[in-house]
């Protein structure tokens, strides 16, 4: 058994020994880097160092730095992605090159001195060559050198083995990297990089060029080496497991969502690695002065820890995000940042938490709904339907009203989707969302006064659910004659009075509901309109044209489904209503039917 802070000693002691200079990892929140949110390797904080300027420790550099990997959040739930992992890196600023990195990592693996792994579970890979840099034969014929045959030596090309500088520019080149056999037995003759039980444990990248602006590749005065080692997967191989979430590094994090949740690790599995892998993450960017906000660090924090609670919620824990936290610090006693803002720590997640329980239950059977809907549509092909995006997508309108209105993030949505086979029209979300911004933009400049603030929020929804239920009515009953006879609306329901000569049927009165349900999650504007008495009857506005508007009305439409003579207010787009649901229907007087009608789930 050999534990984290072993490896993390044993690689310093190594490069230690090796004349390196062993320096403090740096902040999560890149200092002098706007290309990137976060510290995504070790090489970040040395980029000036890689590019010329003389590093005080000298031109042998060694660290062990933590980092956060948004591009690999998708992917968290095998056995060796993470969002936050530590890398383990040994730079040479100007110094060795290929052989001296080459045969440092080898030793330090294979040395019975050092990690003493077995060099018939290794196997490399090296860079194929393209038209901006040559095959790299000299690093295969180092590794040959070395003992490593033919058969476990892989080419790749650019986009696996060649490292490229975050942004658009910086210090890049090809790379080596070193994998281990973490399948049953001994390891396959040949190495086939697309068998997932090869595991990338090191990558050496030998910095030869800057790319420029321009595309181009200028080859660099002092050639560099960066490497990167993981420190999970290497715990891991280190202790013959093959699943990182059964170290050190993440065993008590588990160990504490199956107290919590009551349930099994090896039943839910993918789950529980999500939130042992979000907690951590989360813990560790708050400790680096982020809070949860809709704006870059701070969303990328919101997202994991609200896709943490989703899965929370299916191994049926509730507020849970700081208790299994409190296990992250037992495991990292070795930063102090973590002790030292472990209030702040626990109180952001707390809040963030309760923050989403007030919307995260509702939202879901919003979208639950849809999906039904979206399915049963096309199911039933019914022709009143107009699914206008298409099939099996669900609208930017609607993941816009679950980010605004329910704080799922875009990417839960996503996923969500996908688990159900359906896509997100991503486009239509970003449209909403800019239109949004804008909107409220000018909100902010005091430009846009709401009429809606001085009336009961719930009143006004059910105001325009009166007027698409009256449509409705018309719609499915297949009568124009259909009026209002008066109309009743408390802050709790809903109740309109209409002529009609007989009892509705439990089918009219569904398909009634579904319409009306249509309407609102299509999110359709409502539109006022001032027009005269006679535009409005030729526009075929339902209402009372009597003279008592005078010479100009005002209109409230919905799509070309609702128009009514109306003075207001009404909600600015349906999607705001929630789900409505028709309570009773009964006679009310002679030729007069009564419906009471509620909406749930409004935002
Ligand atoms: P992979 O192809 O497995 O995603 P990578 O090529 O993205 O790995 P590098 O960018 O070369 O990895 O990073 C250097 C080392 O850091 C890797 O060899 C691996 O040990 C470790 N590493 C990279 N990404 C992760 C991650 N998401 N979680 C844990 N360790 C990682
Ligand atoms: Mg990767």
Not at 97 to 105: R, T, Y
Not at 451 to 469: F, I, K, N, Y
Not at 472 to 479: E, G, I, N, P, Q
Request: charged share 30%; with cysteine; proline share 4%.
């Amino acid at each position: 058994m050999i534990t984290r802070k072993q490896l993390i000693k044993k690689y310093l002691d190594f490069f230690k020994e090796k004349k390196h200079g062993i320096i403090p990892s740096a902040p999560l929140v890149p200092e002098n880097d706007p290309t990137v949110l976060f510290t995504t390797a070790g090489m970040h904080p040395l980029v000036p160092y890689l590019l010329g300027q003389p590093h005080p420790l000298g031109k042998r550099i060694a660290d062990n730095q933590k980092c956060i990997r948004t591009v690999d959040i998708e992917g968290v739930g095998d056995k060796t992605h993470h969002t936050f992992f530590e890398m383990l890196g040994n730079w040479s600023l100007g110094d060795y090159f290929k052989q001296g990195a080459i045969e440092m990592s080898f030793e330090f693996l294979t040395s019975e001195k050092w990690l003493n792994l077995p060099i018939e579970k290794l196997a490399v890979t090296c860079f194929e060559g393209d038209n901006d840099a040559p095959k790299d034969t000299e690093a295969e014929d180092i590794w040959k050198s070395l003992g490593i045959p033919q058969e476990r030596i892989a080419f790749l090309p650019k986009s696996e083995n060649f490292w490229g500088p975050a942004g658009q520019t910086g210090p890049c080149g090809p790379c080596t990297e070193m994998f281990y056999w973490s399948g049953e037995g001994e390891a396959p003759k040949i190495f086939d990089t697309d068998d997932n039980n090869w595991v990338e444990i090191w990558n050496d990248v030998f910095m030869a060029y800057n790319k420029k602006a321009d595309g181009s590749y200028e080859k660099l005065v002092a050639q560099n080496v960066d490497t990167g080692l993981g420190v999970e997967r290497v715990t891991a191989v280190l202790n013959n497991l093959s699943d990182n979430y059964l170290t050190g590094c993440f065993k008590p994090i588990i160990k504490k969502i199956e107290k919590v949740s009551g349930k099994k690790y090896s039943d839910n599995e993918r789950a529980m690695r999500i939130i042992a892998d979000h907690i951590k993450a989360a813990t560790f960017i708050i400790s680096d002065g982020i809070t949860p906000s809709n704006t870059d660090q701070g969303y990328i924090l919101r997202r994991l820890i609200r896709r943490a609670i989703r899965y929370g919620k299916e191994l049926g824990m509730e507020n849970f995000t700081s208790k299994i936290a409190e296990s992250v610090f037992e495991i990292y006693d070795d930063y102090p940042e973590l002790e030292e803002n472990k209030e702040k720590i626990l109180s952001e997640l707390e809040k963030e938490e309760e923050r989403f329980n007030l919307t995260l239950e509702k939202g879901l059977k919003i979208f639950n709904r849809w999906v039904l809907k979206i399915k049963e549509g096309f199911r039933k092909n019914e022709k009143k339907i107009k699914w206008s995006e298409g099939k099996y997508i669900l609208k930017g309108k609607d993941a816009f009203l679950l980010y605004q209105s329910y704080g799922f993030p875009i990417e839960m949505t996503k996923e969500l989707a996908k688990e159900k086979g359906i896509k997100v029209d991503i486009e239509g979300f970003q449209k909403e969302l800019k239109k949004h911004q804008d909107l409220s933009r000018t909100a902010a400049e005091g430009k846009f006064k709401s009429g809606l603030a001085d009336s009961s929020e719930a009143t006004t929804r059910l105001h325009t659910a009166t007027h698409l239920l009256m449509a409705a009515l018309r719609d499915v009953l297949k009568d124009e004659n259909i009026m209002q006879k008066g109309s009743n609306i408390t802050p709790q329901r809903l109740r309109l009075d209409f002529n009609f000569d007989r009892k509705l049927t439990k089918e009219e009165l569904e398909q009634i509901e579904d319409l009306v349900n249509i309407k609102i999650q299509e999110s359709y504007e409502v539109k006022r309109e001032e027009m005269s008495p006679e535009e409005a009857r030729k526009k075929g506005a339902v209402g009372v044209f009597d003279g008592k508007y005078g010479d100009k009305v005002s209109i409230y439409s919905v799509e070309d489904f609702s128009a009514e003579i109306c003075a207001g207010p009404h909600v600015k787009n349906t999607c705001e209503l929630g789900h409505f649901k028709i309570k009773k229907e009964e006679s009310s007087s002679s030729g007069v039917r009564r419906i009471k009608a509620i909406l749930e789930d409004s935002p």
